[in-house]
Nanobody, 124 residues
Framework: QVQLVESGGGLVQAGGSLMLSCAGS????????MAWFRQAPGKEREFVAA?????????YYADSVKGRFTISRDNAKNTVSLQMNSLKPEDTAVYFC????????????????WGQGTQVTVSS
C-alpha cells in the first residue's frame, strides 16, 4: 500500500519557521515529481512548491511563498521536505504532500498520491 505521511506542522508566531516532512512508503518516489499543496478554511487547495526528479531536481514555487519556502528531497530516505521561513498569518492552512504528477506540476489534479495533511497555524 502506497502511503505519504506528513509531519512537522504546528503553531508558530508570525516571522517564525517550521519544517514539514513527508515520508513515502510502499514504492520509491525517487523518479517522480513531488509537491506541497495547502488548503485554508473555505478555500480551494492551492499549489505551494514542487520538485522534479530530472535535470538536478528543478524546483518550482508559488509566487506567494517564493523566497521564503524551500522544497527539498532525500531519495535515499524517500522523503520530501518544506522549510518555511518568515511565516505569515496567511500561510495558515492544512499542508498536503503529493507525489507522481502526470501533468502540470502546479495542478492538484495531476498527482496520484496524497498524504492526509498537517496543520500549520501562524499567529499574528
Amino acid at each position: 500500500q502506497v502511503q505519504l505521511v506528513e509531519s512537522g506542522g504546528g503553531l508558530v508566531q508570525a516571522g517564525g519557521s517550521l519544517m514539514l516532512s513527508c515520508a513515502g512508503s510502499g514504492r520509491t518516489f525517487s523518479s517522480v515529481t513531488m509537491a506541497w499543496f495547502r488548503q485554508a478554511p473555505g478555500k480551494e487547495r492551492e499549489f505551494v512548491a514542487a520538485i522534479s526528479w530530472w535535470s538536478g531536481d528543478n524546483t518550482y514555487y508559488a509566487d506567494s511563498v517564493k523566497g521564503r519556502f524551500t522544497i527539498s528531497r532525500d531519495n535515499a530516505k524517500n522523503t520530501v521536505s518544506l522549510q518555511m521561513n518568515s511565516l505569515k498569518p496567511e500561510d495558515t492552512a492544512v499542508y498536503f504532500c503529493a507525489a507522481d504528477a502526470s501533468g502540470s506540476y502546479y495542478s492538484r489534479r495531476s498527482y496520484t498520491y496524497w498524504g492526509q495533511g498537517t496543520q500549520v497555524t501562524v499567529s499574528s
